[in-house]
């Protein structure tokens, strides 16, 4: 079955980096648009970046625009978010999909699959 698995969450300062990763397994990597969502508490889930199957095309929420990079090993079948220049705001559970249609689009109902999350904390 598919598998969605994310690490690289924790505990940082405001203005220092973390990289999320999310392997996965069980799914033609190469076929899928790999998105990444987040969710504060009392709030709902909202896009965050996605990237094509190629890695040529991505696309971000303007909140982590010039801040957070998505990018693709199809090797690896992993996907990373690199997070530079860390916010509290920007504290969440991370969560990485899938896409099977190749879309790239921002809405959570696009999604096929989703990984279990990984919780960032951005500490003032």
């Known amino acids: 079955q598919v598998q969605l698995v994310e690490s690289g969450g924790g505990l940082v300062q405001a203005g220092g980096s973390l990289r999320l990763s999310c392997a996965a397994s069980g799914l033609t990597f190469t076929a899928s648009t790999m998105g990444w969502f987040r969710q504060a508490p009392g709030k709902e889930r909202e896009f965050v970046a996605a990237i094509n199957w190629s890695g040529v095309n991505t696309r971000y929420a303007d909140s982590v625009k010039d801040r957070f990079i998505i990018s693709r090993d199809n090797a690896k079948n992993t996907v990373y978010l690199q997070m530079n220049g860390l916010k509290p705001e920007d504290t969440a559970v991370y969560y990485c999909?899938?896409?099977?249609?190749?879309?790239?689009?921002?809405?959570?109902?696009?999604?096929?699959?989703w990984g279990q999350g990984t919780q960032v904390t951005v500490s003032s």
């Open positions: 999909a899938a896409d099977l249609r190749r879309r790239l689009l921002p809405g959570p109902t696009a999604y096929d699959y």
